[in-house]
């Protein structure tokens, strides 16, 4: 937790100067996988006793608690369900079958890495069945 109310507190004051210069967006994302978007118009994040980031722009004010907080970034963040691997939002044979075409095309997607170990491989496959037969 320390390590990332670092990173915070560096990328907030990075915001503070510099908001301008990035995207229009400042995107946390919290460890469920939820996000909370501020436009960086006037954008300016202050800290209650390093346990919540209090984060006011042109349009509203609002209170993180840094302890929910994955990560934050500027932009868009792209969000998909861990084995949906076709993005038709449900989890079934055919995300298995799009799985292991990513692994003999020796391609890359997030949301193929079922497992989270970083690589695509059968692994990920297992994973899969594994989410298939238990839900």
Known sequence: ???LKYIVLSLAACVAMTASAYEETLTFVKADGTTVAFSTG?????FDEL??????NDETSASIDLADVDY????????YITGDVNADNEINIADINAVIDIILASGSTPCADVNGDGEINIAD???LINIILTN
């Open 125 to 127: 496959v297992n994973a």
């Open 72 to 79: 934050m970034c500027f932009g868009e963040v792209e969000t």
């Open 1 to 3: 937790m320390k390590m």
């Open 42 to 46: 006037g954008l300016k994040i202050t």
């Open 51 to 56: 346990s919540h980031a209090v984060v006011t």
